[in-house]
Nanobody, 122 residues
């Protein structure tokens, strides 16, 4: 069973930086788009950033210019570099791997990570 493993969350003061990483456990065949979502207490899960296999990116307006998403296709890993963090960025951050295929016979499906807490203090 493939799982997405996230790392890099933590606590930081406003203006600080964190880098999140996410990769599937075990061997897989391919992944299409990858991305990050976040969910703050009492709020719905929202898009943060996505990246295609070819490297095209999409960001939420609230993080443009501060966050950078990237991926290493050889390692099937997606990263989120978060700079100039604000208290409003406090949330659980979830990684998503879309249309992941575990082997050439399997059906593509989306996988979510377990979430990693990011806390920004003022």
């Amino acid at each position: 069973q493939v799982q997405l493993v996230e790392s890099g969350g933590g606590s930081v003061e406003a203006g600080g930086s964190l880098r999140l990483a996410c990769a599937p456990s075990g061997r897989i065949f391919s992944i299409s788009d990858m991305g990050w979502y976040r969910q703050a207490p009492g709020k719905q899960r929202e898009l943060v950033a996505t990246i295609t296999r070819g490297g095209s990116t999409n960001y939420a307006d609230s993080v443009k210019g501060r966050f950078t998403i990237s991926r290493d296709n050889a390692k099937n890993t997606v990263y989120l570099q978060m700079n100039s963090l604000k208290p409003d960025d406090t949330a659980v951050y979830y990684c998503i791997a879309q249309r992941l295929i575990t082997d050439k016979y399997s059906t593509p499906r989306d996988y979510w990570g377990q979430g990693t807490q990011v806390t920004v203090s003022s």
